[in-house]
């Protein structure tokens, strides 16, 4: 019974891990996919059907590259850098539930790393420790704009998780819950929060944007201003790390927004299928091919996320580093609070007057 | 042993060794890493109190916050070639006369404390789970947990007038 609830989340884990890094490393071929789409070329087609294999190829590249370190830099810290960059990334998605229950030998086990009742804190929790890889690598590389680049990416960084944790809050108010799992599955039948959270949404978009270093909010990376930002000292595969810690953010930040605004594994009319498929193939098969059909929607959903970013990369310019400053302090956290205003209001006033309305 | 006692002096050996390293190492940098390595571990200790609430805010106001404004601060500065001429004998005999009496302060007083038992029948292991504290803190303490937020919106209502530009104050 034990055994089999840890081998079925060693597994769960494993796959998770895997699914993680595979999506992010394909990420590279999908953001210059969706740029040539976009920019009217055909993007990579060399290496493989349609270019498939290109991010092999690219990583074989940065692994035979030349592995080096600049005679003035802070030795440790440069390698702690792009270390820390992967380490915190891959962190959050412990918490992120991926499905609901898998069943095996009467045994139900939750599709999730840890179920914990201060998910949303842990996310928040490693979301403003990824800062630390940036900063770490820039300083240690001796270089004025590597530090500027850093410096950067600290500002930006605690400016937007501000207004992030303000607009979570509104989510918190609603469901009265920190767990994920439980955040979840109060969206169940279509009561997903983007309906009664439009502006917190937008709101924790922008900020997770500003968190991932994505444009427009590229600023720590601003090859006309800063060479390479705060990785110009970088080659080889510790370079390659600190661009794959971004696809691996953007995946987990695309997962979070799926759990917090769409319902996670939620998708209309799945009470229907669930039925069907426990009537048709037993309440075990059944329970658990609908619990994988969840899941997928859930990949779904957070892939659409990874699009947009990509969408957005190619089609906004970049702000300037006063305009992301004011949009944060003086435009987001007002917002944000007004947004917690509304929303306590609302579950205060509006919503026993609502349902009275239809009792 | 059991494997929270063994957990427990793992943790141990690891925060005072940091802690050591914080005040030990020459570069401010290394010292900065050290006290957020430190964070980490007493974090470790309050999830083995089964204070999960307390070691994630932890985390993420220390350690996510205000160590990151610690080594923006400290990376801006450039402390690396401080003058070494400024510690000289006096400053440092002063320095070991205060460490030293504070040390005995500290240990004199947890010599007198004395810790209440601990009941393992009636003991709550969800008391510092976020549902509690929470009914406790808007509850019972509703006016010191409001005092204390109106402090904190002073200080930042200061911080803000501090950093506001006077009329005709040049822009560099």
Redesign the interface.
């Given at each position: 019974m034990e055994l089999t609830e840890f081998i079925i989340k060693t597994i769960t884990i494993l796959v998770v891990f895997v699914l993680t890094l595979v999506i992010a490393m394909y990420s590279t071929w999908g953001e210059r996919k969706v740029a040539g789409f976009i920019q009217d070329r055909m993007g990579p087609n060399r290496a493989g059907p349609g270019g498939l294999l290109q991010p092999l190829a690219d990583a074989g590249k940065m692994f035979f590259k030349e592995d080096f370190i600049p005679a003035l830099a802070s030795k440790w810290l440069f390698i702690a850098g792009p270390s820390l960059a992967m380490l915190t990334a891959l962190l959050a998605s412990a918490v992120i539930p991926f499905g609901s229950t898998i069943r095996y030998d009467g045994v139900e086990v939750v599709l999730q790393g840890v179920e914990s009742n201060i998910g949303i804190l842990y996310v928040f929790g490693v979301v403003a420790l990824g800062v630390y890889g940036i900063m770490i690598g820039g300083w240690a590389s001796n270089n004025k704009f590597s530090l500027l680049g850093a410096i950067r990416a600290a500002s930006q960084n605690i400016s937007y998780e501000v207004a992030m944790g303000l607009s979570l809050i509104a989510i918190l108010m609603m469901s009265s819950s920190l767990s994920l799992g439980e955040i979840v599955s109060q969206q169940h039948g279509g009561n997903w929060n983007i309906f009664y959270q439009p502006l917190g949404f937008i709101i924790f978009l922008t900020c997770s944007f500003a968190e991932c270093n994505r444009v427009p909010f590229d600023l720590p990376e601003c090859e006309t201003e800063l060479v390479g930002g705060y990785h110009t000292e970088y080659g080889s595969m510790k370079l390659g790390f600190y661009l794959f810690a971004e696809y691996i953010n953007m995946f987990v930040s695309s997962a979070i927004i799926s759990t917090l605004y769409f319902g996670g594994y939620n998708y209309p009319g799945m009470d229907w299928v669930y039925n069907q498929l426990t009537a048709s193939l037993g309440s075990t098969t059944g329970h658990n091919i609908a619990t994988l059909i969840g899941t997928g929607v859930f990949f779904g959903k957070a892939l659409f996320f990874i699009f947009f970013y990509m969408w957005v990369r190619w089609t906004l310019p970049r702000f300037r580093y006063d305009q992301l400053m004011n949009l944060g302090w003086k435009k987001l956290i007002p917002l944000a609070i007004i947004n917690i205003i509304i929303t306590g209001a609302s579950v205060l006033f509006l919503k026993p007057f609502i349902t009275s309305l239809l009792n | 042993m059991n494997p929270t006692l063994s957990f427990f002096y793992f943790l141990s050996f690891l925060t005072v060794l940091s802690a050591l390293m914080v005040i030990l190492s020459k570069n401010p940098?290394h010292s900065v890493?050290y006290l957020?390595l430190t964070f980490f571990t007493l974090s470790g200790h309050y999830i083995l109190l089964n204070a999960?609430?307390l070691a994630?805010?932890n985390?993420?106001v220390y350690?996510?916050?205000i160590m990151?404004?610690f080594?923006?601060v400290i990376?801006?500065l450039n402390v690396k070639d401080v003058h070494e001429e400024a510690k000289n004998s006096l400053t440092k005999i002063a320095a070991a006369i205060v460490g030293g009496t504070v040390f005995v302060i500290l240990f004199g007083a947890y010599r007198k404390t004395i810790i209440a038992p601990a009941d393992p029948n009636n003991f709550d292991s969800q008391v510092g789970?976020?549902?509690s504290l929470g009914k406790l803190l808007f509850r019972e303490y509703l006016l010191p947990f409001e005092l204390a937020s109106i402090l904190l919106l002073v200080a930042m209502v200061g911080a803000v007038m501090l950093g506001k530009r006077e009329i005709g104050e040049r822009h560099f």
């Open positions: - | 940098i890493l957020i999960q609430f994630a805010v985390i993420i350690a996510g916050a990151v404004l080594l923006f990376m801006f789970m976020i549902e």
